[in-house]
């Protein structure tokens, strides 16, 4: 277990060099993650090639990353290494959400059968006074009333992507998963129970509810989230590494007028390899 470990409200901060820890380490990091959602490190200094290892020693990085030739151009630096930015690359494309104006709540990919679990966001350049937030959707439920609990607690939904919810950006297409419903109130591999509610990409009522209990629901848990309480601000640095748990968390990027100068890297994977002895 790393032992420099620092909480910051309900996230934690783990101030040592992640490109340091041991393959045992790193596995405890992952279940950090699961527990308390979001992991930072200040201060890094890592390769592509690190962010790499250090990721497939934890799980599967996603690696099928573009619908088309075009996204693959625009957004992928290596394997599995997505740019989060508005600069042009050698081929004059900007890279993932690279819009000035904020990109509003969401989590990865959440129609899919198989998600990838965690979100690694590693500031590279220019991100000085940008603004990432978080929601503790755990928190949330574990103060919901008895009652409301009830009502969630057999509910799904279509869940998937509409243009003008979260983002505007053209290359992400419009797809709802009705094949795949989601379950609204989530269990999380360490035990973590919780609501899994991107409420930007929550659609349709598939069971448990009626159309007119579902909307009295959803506006209700929509204005329960966003308490102030349940938030996690993170300030951007350069060199900052955030890794979050994508069933119990959402997260949104503020408006920032530098996304031609910022640039994050992402990399989305699982934690198989921290539970292998378990799973």
């Known amino acids: 277990m790393p032992c420099n470990i620092a909480p910051i409200g309900w996230a934690v901060e783990i101030r040592e060099n992640i490109s340091d820890l041991s393959i045992n380490d790193?596995?405890?990091?992952?279940?950090l993650c699961n527990k308390h959602l979001v992991v930072i490190?200040?201060?890094?200094?890592?390769?592509?090639?690190d962010q790499i290892r250090i990721t497939s020693a934890i799980g599967k990085v996603k690696l099928?990353?573009?619908?088309?030739?075009?996204?693959?151009?625009?957004?992928?630096?290596?394997?599995?290494?997505?740019?989060?930015?508005?600069?042009?690359?050698?081929?004059?494309?900007g890279g993932l959400f690279g819009h000035d104006k904020e990109l509003d709540w969401h989590t990865h990919h959440t129609s899919a059968k198989f998600r990838y679990p965690f979100v690694w966001l590693y500031a590279v350049k220019g991100s000085k006074g940008s603004r990432t937030t978080w929601i503790n959707q755990a928190m949330a439920y574990d103060d919901l009333s008895d009652s409301m609990k009830q009502?969630?607690?057999?509910?799904?939904?279509?869940?998937g992507y509409k243009a003008g919810t979260f983002s505007d950006q053209k290359v992400a297409h419009n797809r709802i998963n009705y094949d795949n419903p989601i379950s609204l109130v989530h269990t999380n591999i360490e035990g973590k129970t919780g609501l899994y509610f991107p409420f930007l990409q929550t659609f349709d009522i598939?069971?448990?509810?009626?159309?007119?209990?579902?909307?009295?629901?959803?506006?209700?848990?929509?204005?329960?989230?966003?308490?102030e309480k349940y938030h996690y601000h993170h300030d951007w640095q350069d060199n900052d590494l955030v890794i979050s748990e994508q069933?119990?968390?959402?997260?949104?990027?503020?408006?920032f007028p530098h996304m031609s100068t910022r640039l994050l890297h992402r990399i989305a994977f699982s934690y198989e390899k921290a539970y292998k002895q378990s799973v």
């Open 41 to 49: 490190f200040k201060n890094q200094n890592l390769t592509i090639d």
């Open 151 to 159: 009502k969630v607690a057999g509910i799904k939904y279509a869940s």
């Open 64 to 93: 099928d990353h573009g619908r088309n030739q075009f996204e693959k151009e625009r957004t992928l630096i290596a394997p599995g290494v997505l740019r989060v930015t508005g600069e042009k690359n050698h081929t004059g494309k």
């Open 26 to 31: 790193l596995h405890e990091v992952a279940k």
């Open 206 to 227: 598939i069971a448990g509810a009626t159309k007119e209990e579902w909307k009295q629901i959803y506006e209700e848990l929509k204005s329960h989230v966003l308490q």
């Open 247 to 255: 069933w119990l968390s959402i997260h949104k990027r503020w408006s």
